[in-house]
């Protein structure tokens, strides 16, 4: 389990050597450059500042003041609730959707550690970022104070074997905070139309009494592996607004 | 169904659960019998059942250090960085897991292997045939004939037997003797390979052989799975699901680079096999193993060191380029392997250029595409539009293909010339050089071409390599 080849192609990993380099050879797991090279980055500066999506890729007609049109349709809606924003680190492609498959399909589970670097980078630069313009907003700055992975359906954990959300939040080397069940929602949703679906009266997750305490009062980061439509987030979000935290946002591997 | 043997006091097993798991191994989430099922059975001893992921016995070193070492049952992975530790959520615990054999469902140290170790069913054992199944007519060399001949003879005495035979042999038709005298005795015969694309270009021909048995070509994403079949041809992943299965084994590792001595294939072969069935091996380049047996007369064998249309084999010429991939790197082309390549165009050849890396098949496709040899196309192993360019270049649309692996073996284009840029690099080492050097000169009409080392330093693997074809040819009589 050393880091002399690719955590994901297995290909060894010949990184160019530079006087750094061949001081401190990188022998941490990880990502080959030619696989690095394939992940898209999201650059921060040019992200919807709701969903954490890369603007570039979007006609200039469907972003307004930094928000994208889907953000804007869920502000409208009003469904937002205490839900803030999303973070995202990766566009998603191709590649990672490759990544994903032997990562959550296949159970390859120590392909998180390939991520780890960037999760931490990217949670340093939420927290300094939410540090320098508190001033802006007293009520959601700083740091957050428990990080909650969205968590499977106990069929679906044991059918996986290990909660893909939870491993990429442990990366993040904060507390992690277990609080939230999510039923065997399959039957139950199918029972329902798509529009009382999309209505989402009724939210899979639910938090564990034991973890109300935990919450209340407090400023809260969501994490999971991919951020598509914003539905879960906002489920997820809906069952820990009852314990009143005060904030909810949260931090995804991919938006796509 | 419950079967009751003769003597009633005898235990009962399913012949559902015969059926399904005779010759095979599968983890036990993906068996359709319940557990009750499974464990009386394997109370009576007919089914049996071991974990997937075990320590490997450890030795003083391993102890006094506290090092674990890990083994994955399934598909013999040894290599400690290819298995990670995961909480599991099935066990609870700490599991430890493979990650080399992860695409046939993930097995981690709290998985079970499940196999038969009842009676073989009665149908598979089928019955013996005197009629002729194998419907080749085609005309084998006097080398070929006598290749023939003593591999079927060691075969049927049950012992291993090797066929060393230069690339370009013509070796398929070689084993048809031997595998229709098996089929007649009843025998199921496995042919493996570590190559998906040699699955599929003998499984037509197989077919075509033996067209009233049933064969069966197994690899990643063929559909093809008939369980009872007489034949079965596969990659070594594939037969990882097997255990016990067949009564005589050819392998074919001819033009196996870059997948050639994988351990893997080793292991599930030796797994699907029944012990004590006799191996066939048929390669241009044994593994260190099998030809120091050879060598040494504990494995029996015979050499084929002439092409089937009797030419040499034409011999590596190496030529140094300096630091070339700095070249590359500035979009530039080394003026070298520029001039082979204006010589070639005006000859009007075909060739294959073998780089290292796929970045540098990629790189070195936009050069020679902006250099004016607009008809080249570069192609690698996972390159989904690998079949389309194959094809391209074997109607000779395309003239110059960059590659970082030898492609297909029905890939035989009359009159193509190969270079090797790069040929000091580690991932070539003698065999793979032997075996691309094999490109060329496969056709009696263009037995010869020009194969080409460029390099930044001579290797001792190119050296070897260029050594192992003179000494062929000089055993070939040339
Ligand atoms: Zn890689
Ligand atoms: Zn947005
Ligand atoms: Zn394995
Ligand atoms: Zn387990």
Same mark, same amino acid.
């Given at each position: 389990m050393s880091g002399s080849h690719c955590l994901f192609c297995r290909a060894e990993k010949r990184e160019p050597l530079t006087f750094l380099s061949l001081l401190s050879p990188d022998t941490s797991t990880g990502f080959c450059l030619s696989c690095q090279e394939q992940l898209e980055r999201i650059d921060p500066l040019y992200s919807?500042?709701?969903?954490?999506?890369?603007?570039?890729?979007? %006609?200039?007609?469907?972003?307004?003041d930094q928000i994208c049109h889907d953000c804007i349709r869920w502000k409208q809606s009003?469904?937002?609730?205490?839900y803030g924003r999303n973070y995202a680190i990766y566009s998603y492609n191709g590649f990672i959707k490759e990544v994903m498959t032997m990562f959550k399909f296949r159970g390859d589970a120590i392909l998180a550690d390939g991520f780890e670097k960037e999760l931490k980078k990217a949670y340093s630069r939420i927290i300094d970022h939410r540090l320098r313009f508190r001033f802006l907003n007293l009520r959601s700055?700083? %740091?957050?104070e428990a990080i909650v992975p969205i968590p499977l359906s106990r069929e679906r954990l044991v059918e996986r074997g290990f909660n893909q959300a939870e491993l990429l939040a442990r990366k993040l080397g904060q507390p992690i905070v277990d609080a939230l069940i999510r039923e065997k929602n399959e039957q139950k949703q199918s029972k329902k139309n798509r529009r009382e679906r999309l209505l989402?009266? %009724?939210?899979p997750f639910h938090l564990k009494n034991d973890q109300v305490r935990i919450v209340t009062g407090k400023k809260i980061l969501l994490v999971d592996d991919l951020y598509t439509t914003g539905a879960t987030m906002r489920l997820a979000a809906t069952a820990i607004t009852a314990a009143h935290p005060k904030q909810i946002d949260s931090l995804t591997l991919i938006h796509g | 169904m419950l079967l009751s043997s003769k003597n009633d006091s005898s235990p009962k097993f399913s012949l559902d659960v015969q059926h399904f798991l005779y010759g095979r191994e599968y983890r036990a989430e993906e068996l359709p019998f319940s557990e009750k099922v499974i464990k009386t059975h394997i109370k009576n001893g007919y089914v049996a059942i071991r974990p997937a992921v075990e320590l490997l016995k450890e030795n003083l070193l391993d102890l006094l250090t506290g090092r674990k070492k890990w083994q994955c049952r399934r598909c013999g992975n040894r290599d400690q960085e290819a298995f990670a530790v995961c909480t599991c959520a099935r066990c609870r615990k700490k599991c430890v897991y493979c990650r080399?054999?992860?695409?046939m469902g993930i097995v981690r140290s709290c998985t079970k292997l499940v196999t038969w170790s009842g009676p073989a069913p009665k149908a598979w054992a089928s019955v013996n045939s005197v009629a002729r199944l194998c419907s080749w007519n085609g005309i084998l060399s006097e080398e070929q004939t006598a290749a023939a001949n003593a591999l079927d003879q060691a075969l049927a005495a049950g012992y291993s037997f090797l066929i060393w035979a230069v690339t370009g042999s013509g070796k398929t038709e070689i084993i048809y003797k031997a595998i229709e005298r098996s089929l007649m005795q009843g025998h199921h015969i496995l042919l493996a390979t570590p190559r998906t694309d040699v699955v599929r270009e003998l499984l037509p021909r197989i077919r075509s052989a033996f067209p009233s048995i049933t064969v069966s070509g197994l690899y990643a994403g063929s559909d093809d799975n008939d369980p009872q079949a007489q034949l079965v041809i596969s990659t070594a992943h594939q037969l990882i699901r097997f255990s016990d299965c067949f009564d005589c084994v050819f392998i074919d590792e001819v033009d196996a680079f870059p997948f050639h001595y994988d351990p893997m294939l080793e292991f599930a072969v030796r797994k699907a096999a029944k012990p004590g069935a006799p191996f066939g091996y048929l390669t241009a380049t044994p593994p260190p193993g099998l030809r120091n047996a050879y060598l040494m007369g504990s494995l029996r064998g015979i050499k084929i060191a002439r092409r089937y249309h009797g030419h040499p084999l034409p011999v590596p010429l190496f030529r140094w380029i300096g630091n070339w991939t700095r070249f590359i790197q500035h979009g530039q082309l080394p003026k070298t392997i520029h001039e082979w390549l204006m010589e070639k165009k005006k000859q009007g050849c075909q060739q294959f250029l073998f780089v290292p890396t796929v970045t540098l098949a990629r790189e070195l496709t936009e050069i020679l595409q902006k250099e004016g040899f607009e008809r080249t196309a570069g192609v690698h192993a996972e390159d989904p539009d690998r079949h389309t360019k194959v094809a391209a270049f074997r109607e000779g649309k395309i003239r110059t293909l960059v590659t970082t692996t030898i492609l297909e073996r029905g890939v035989t284009v009359p009159g193509v010339e190969v270079a090797v840029l790069g040929a000091d690099d580690p991932v070539f080492d003698a065999c793979a050089l032997v075996q691309i050097a094999g490109r060329?000169?496969?056709s009696p009409d263009y037995p010869e071409g020009d194969i080409l080392f460029f390099h930044n330093g001579k290797t001792f693997a190119m050296v070897q390599a260029r050594h192992q074809i003179e000494q062929m040819n000089k055993e070939g009589g040339f």
């Open positions: 919807c500042r709701l969903c954490g999506r890369d603007l570039h890729s979007l %006609e200039p007609a469907f972003v307004h009003g469904r937002n609730g205490l700055g700083g %740091e957050y989402m009266r %009724e939210t | 080399h054999c992860l695409n060329v000169g496969r």
